[in-house]
Nanobody, 127 residues
Framework: VQLQASGGGLVQAGGSLRLSCAAS????????LGWFRQAPGKEREFVAA????????SYSPSVKGRFTISRDNAQNTVTLQMNSLEPEDTAVYYC?????????????????????WGQGTQVTVSS
């Protein structure tokens, strides 16, 4: 599975951005798709994920209500609509795919649960 992320950029606080991630290859093996982000000097953190049944859709508390993840299985894409952006959202954003089916959706909050990663796209929010 190959993942290609796009859509990052520079935006003022309160603005919006839409990230997209296109998947190719053995896409039928993807169980869940997620977005993570990493700010300078910080660890990679979970943002949102979308999968089947057990996880459905889940968000980090820091973005819930502002970000929306959606998945188009026909196009093999996952998007992250980001509204009401804050300077604290500044980071490199990564899309990821997991081929593992967990009994609990909470496993998808962890980067180690994902098998494939995109190259990352920079999001910068100015104050």
């Amino acid at each position: 599975v190959q993942l290609q992320a796009s859509g990052g950029g520079l935006v003022q606080a309160g603005g919006s951005l839409r990230l997209s991630c296109a998947a190719s290859g053995r896409t039928f093996s993807m169980y869940a798709l997620g977005w993570f982000r990493q700010a300078p000097g910080k660890e990679r953190e979970f943002v949102a994920a979308n999968g089947w049944s057990v996880i459905n859709t889940s968000y980090s508390p820091s973005v819930k209500g502002r970000f929306t993840i959606s998945r188009d299985n026909a196009q093999n894409t996952v998007t992250l609509q980001m509204n009401s952006l804050e300077p604290e959202d500044t980071a490199v954003y990564y899309c990821a795919a997991s081929t593992r089916e967990y009994s609990s959706g909470s496993y998808y909050y962890f980067a180690s649960s994902y098998d494939y990663w995109g190259q990352g796209t920079q999001v910068t929010v100015s104050s």
